[in-house]
């Protein structure tokens, strides 16, 4: 069994930074990643990196935003920078096990606003 700690999110002014961390415990993962949702909005991709360390960023946060990952630590971080107000949402840590099976944090508010 696989739990997510996440910590980091907060409100922001537009062109701030946050920086988002979720802790893993339990096995190493295969990958792990973060997705957001807004109101209103369908839970969307934001970043995954493998353990192998291949990221894929959805293209709205491309330049902006940088996942990384600890594997002896069995953290994943992601650097958000240039933060815009449609970035407003609430973040979710997910996991992937080399078993294939899906993990999820419960979410940490990330608001950005002057």
């Known amino acids: 069994q696989v739990q997510l700690v996440e910590s980091g999110g907060g409100l922001v002014q537009p062109g701030g930074s946050l920086r988002l961390s979720c802790a893993a415990s339990?096995?190493?993962?295969?990958?792990m990643g973060w997705y957001r949702q807004a109101p209103g909005k369908q839970r969307e991709l934001v970043a995954s990196?493998?353990?192998?360390?291949?990221?894929n960023y959805a293209d709205s946060v491309k330049g902006r935003f940088t996942i990384s990952r600890d594997n002896a630590k069995k953290t994943v971080f992601l650097q958000m920078n240039n933060l815009k107000p449609e970035d407003t949402a609430v973040y979710y840590c997910?996991?992937?096990?080399?078993?294939?099976?899906?993990?999820w944090g419960q979410g940490t508010q990330v608001t950005v606003s002057s």
């Open positions: 997910h996991a992937l096990s080399f078993g294939k099976v899906n993990y």
């Open positions: 339990g096995s190493i993962l295969r990958a």
């Open positions: 990196i493998t353990y192998d360390d291949i990221t």
